[in-house]
């Protein structure tokens, strides 16, 4: 009886180390740039206020996104969306404007603006690199 017991403490005991070595793997490789499923950074964030009442933002995001799912943005935030909302262009269903502003497509569906109550509008253009 007492080896049995032994056999399964040494047992629990392997498996208890094996899943902490596993964990131990993973927390590193998120440490060493890899993202986590889901979820976006900005990488790149370039601001040009050279032109009176008006700043010009470029951002760039890297996003690691689920089957099916693309970088876009939601409340103004790099996030993954569904990758139809993209090839349809159909931007405002990301739901991009932070809470108070209005979301309305540029003439061409290049971007979007969000405009406040204020009269601030926010104007948003997509460009694809590869």
């Known amino acids: ?68 799912q693309i970088a876009g943005t939601t409340r103004a935030r790099p996030a993954c969306v569904d990758a139809r909302i993209v090839r349809s262009r159909q931007w405002c269903e990301m739901a991009p404007c932070l809470e108070g502003e209005v979301c309305s497509y540029l003439f061409n569906r290049s971007g979007w603006t969000c405009t406040r109550g204020s009269g601030r509008i926010k104007t948003v253009t997509v460009i694809y690199e590869t």
């Open 1 to 68: 009886m007492q080896s049995g017991v032994k056999t399964l403490s040494a047992g629990g005991g392997a498996s208890l180390c094996c899943l902490l070595l596993l964990w131990l793997i993973y927390s590193h490789l998120l440490r060493e740039g890899q993202l986590a499923v889901g979820t976006c950074e900005i990488v790149m964030l370039n601001r040009d206020s050279s032109v009176p009442r008006r700043t010009i933002a470029r951002q760039t995001a890297r996003c690691a996104c689920r089957r099916g």
